[in-house]
């Protein structure tokens, strides 16, 4: 049995792809659940998630990727994508999700959606922006842990162009943003980079404890 150590020292940002190797449907939806189940800050998930498959539309997004095999050979493509603004329907949305959920009344949330609303609703775009853009990323961090651990191989990837994301995939006429990638699927046995070895700070370089 490997450990959660054993599989993050296992993983690395995939190159090359064997573009035969698919993730099977049990396997896909197990992340995209994990994807799903991610911590948000006040749980506001304030993104969404975009699986895609199509092969025309992966070769046009590879294009606006610095021409990255991965985007095309990697079994998925998941496109984080990311509000880059919002108003007080986000909130109201969430809050008329937890009442459902918990059985709640709007009245037993009152204080709740006035800190999220005081708190968020005056900060300028640009921040909006950088906010879910960070939820987001904790998706992406999720998602890479949960596939290391399934042996799953993926590359995170930021090296695109995101309006031109936009564009392809439709995201700005829904008020997205493509923040992040990540390219899922199967290594193939001619990547290199898969013998390299990790370079990391050190504990004593990165990590200080406070006792
Ligand atoms: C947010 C983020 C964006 C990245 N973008 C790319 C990318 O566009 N293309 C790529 O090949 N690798 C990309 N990487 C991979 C990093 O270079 C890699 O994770 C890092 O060098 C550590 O190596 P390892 O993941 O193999 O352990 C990205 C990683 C992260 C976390």
């Known amino acids: 049995m490997k450990t959660?150590?054993?599989n993050l020292n296992w993983?690395?940002?995939?190159?090359k792809f064997d573009s035969t190797k698919k993730l099977s449907?049990?396997?896909l939806n197990t992340l995209?659940?994990?994807?799903?189940l991610t911590a948000s800050s006040y749980g506001l998930q304030p993104y969404h998630i975009y699986v895609i498959e199509n092969e025309e539309i992966r070769t046009r997004l590879r294009k606006v990727s610095y021409d990255q095999p991965q985007?095309?050979?990697?079994s998925h493509l998941i496109v984080l994508?990311?509000?880059?603004?919002?108003n007080d329907t986000l909130i109201d949305d969430y809050i008329e999700n937890i009442m459902v959920v918990r059985g709640l009344?709007?009245?037993?949330?009152k204080e709740f959606s006035q800190t999220m609303k005081s708190t968020l609703l005056d900060l300028p775009d640009a921040q909006k922006g950088a906010w879910t853009s960070n939820q987001a990323y904790i998706v992406l961090g999720n998602l890479m842990t949960v596939a290391a651990n399934m042996q799953i191989d993926a590359c995170p990837m930021e090296g695109f162009d995101n309006e031109q994301y936009n564009e392809i995939l439709g995201?700005?006429?829904k008020g997205l943003n493509a923040a992040v990638v990540l390219a899922v699927g199967y290594r193939s046995k001619e990547d290199e980079t898969q013998n390299h070895r990790k370079v990391r700070y050190s504990k004593e370089q990165i990590i200080t404890h406070i006792n």
């Open 25 to 27: 449907n049990e396997n």
């Open 81 to 86: 994508a990311n509000k880059p603004t919002f």
């Open 11 to 15: 993983r690395y940002a995939t190159k």
């Open 105 to 109: 009344s709007k009245d037993d949330l």
């Open 171 to 173: 995201l700005s006429d």
């Open 32 to 36: 995209l659940e994990a994807a799903r």
């Open 4 to 6: 959660i150590l054993d």
């Open 71 to 74: 985007i095309t050979d990697a």
